[in-house]
Every structure is written in structure tokens, then in C-alpha cells.
């Protein structure tokens, strides 16, 4: 692994069910981020965690939790997805603030 | 977290110089002003970040007039491939619930 990865690339979800995203960095980032995009649209920040143990809610934290369990991996859970979570999700790193972050490549989900 | 304001969208030809500025009346004096780069269909990547007057790197310059209250990203001699979405990001605590996007510019570069 080298920079920061996420899983999987593209997912079909049918409405209710649970999903998780995952989102791995191995350069040692104490903050990581997950955006949302929509088709056309800019980002918005879901949740963040400013470093190993914490979280917090972003600017659309309904219908996702996070967790921080340790300094390399920050999956997001969708607990029961419904359409308008289809988006494309993309997770982001950074050592600390003023630092440049690094993105994955995202994850394109469609829920029906 | 100062508020910025950049257009929404521009044109450009291959081979001109584009400017793209981002207006932040409120920045703070300990705030940075950051630009990141979106490729469709991909995570943004960092460009350039920058305090006052000027920075350069291989990608792209940053102008900061004295009084910091905008800044203007300059891209030389674009091709095609510098068709993206260029975002500014203006603050010293970018960071947890702050590290947030704005619409940023759309600058799609013609033949």
C-alpha cells in the first residue's frame, strides 16, 4: 500500500442495507476526512477525525457514523442506505493541519 | 474560517496563461490560503499553498497582494489536461469540521 486506498471502487446497494467503505493511508496522517460528491456537484465533509480515537461530524453527518480506531483506517458505515446516499465517497488525509491532504481514488456507490 | 468567492466558471485556449482569483475579505492574519486541483472522476490533489506575495512551484504561482484579501492562482500556458475544478481553501485551522470545499472554478481548456 502506498498513500491512501480505498475499498471498493464502485458498489450496487440495495435500499436498507448496510455498507461499509473502507479507507486505509499508510503515512502515518493523524486527520482523516470522508466527502461526499454528487454528479456536477462539489464536496461535503461527512465526518472527520482529527486523530487516532476521536471523531466528528461534518457539514452531512446524517445516516453515516465513523470510527478511529487506530491511526491507519477510517471506514465509514452506512447503516441502512437509502437512495440519496448515491454518490461518489471519497476519504482524505493530511499529517495536520496547513498540510497538504492526499485523497483516494473514491468509491462510487448507487443505491436503488 | 474565512469565506471565499471564486467564479464559478472559465474558459481558456491551450497554451494561454489563466488566472483564477478567490476573494477572502475575511481572512485572519495566521490563515494560509490553499489551492487543490479535481480531475473528473478523481480526488482532489494539493497545487499550492501560500501566506503573502508570492509562491511558485512547477505546477502553478500564488499571488497575495499585501492586504491578503484575495489571492490569484496562475496556471502558465495550459494544455487540455489542466481541465478541472480548481478549489481555494483560506485558513490556519483547515482542519476537522473546517476542511471544508467550497463550489470551486470549472476551467475547461479548449483546442
Not at chain 1, 450496487?12 to 448496510?18: D, E, K, P, T, W
Not at chain 2, 494561454?16 to 482569483?21: G, S
Request: charged share 15%; hydrophobic share 35%; aromatic share 10%.
Amino acid at each position: 500500500i502506498a498513500g491512501i486506498t480505498q475499498a471498493p471502487t464502485s458498489q450496487i446497494l440495495a435500499a436498507g442495507r448496510r455498507m461499509t467503505l473502507r479507507c486505509t493511508q499508510d503515512m502515518r496522517h493523524n486527520a482523516m476526512y470522508w466527502y461526499r460528491q454528487d454528479l456536477g456537484l462539489g464536496l461535503r465533509l461527512i465526518h472527520y477525525s482529527n486523530t487516532a480515537g476521536t471523531t466528528g461530524k461534518g457539514e452531512v453527518p446524517d445516516g453515516y457514523s465513523v470510527s478511529r480506531a487506530n491511526t491507519d483506517d477510517f471506514p465509514l458505515t452506512l447503516a441502512s442506505a437509502v437512495p440519496s446516499q448515491t454518490s461518489v465517497y471519497f476519504c482524505a488525509s493530511r499529517a495536520d493541519m496547513n498540510t497538504e491532504a492526499f485523497f483516494g481514488q473514491g468509491t462510487r456507490l448507487t443505491v436503488v | 474560517l474565512a469565506k471565499t468567492t471564486q467564479p464559478i466558471s472559465m474558459d481558456s485556449y491551450e497554451g494561454q496563461e489563466v488566472n483564477i482569483t478567490c476573494s477572502h475579505n475575511n481572512i485572519a492574519t495566521n490563515d494560509y490560503i490553499t489551492w487543490y486541483q479535481q480531475f473528473p472522476s478523481q480526488g482532489p490533489r494539493f497545487i499550492i499553498q501560500g501566506y503573502k506575495t508570492k509562491v511558485t512551484n512547477e505546477v502553478a504561482s500564488l499571488f497575495i497582494p499585501a492586504d491578503r484579501k484575495s489571492s490569484t492562482l496562475s496556471l502558465p500556458r495550459v494544455s487540455l489536461s489542466d481541465t478541472a475544478v480548481y478549489y481555494c481553501l483560506v485558513g490556519r485551522v483547515n482542519y476537522g469540521q473546517n476542511f471544508v470545499f467550497g463550489p470551486g472554478t470549472r476551467l475547461s481548456v479548449l483546442p
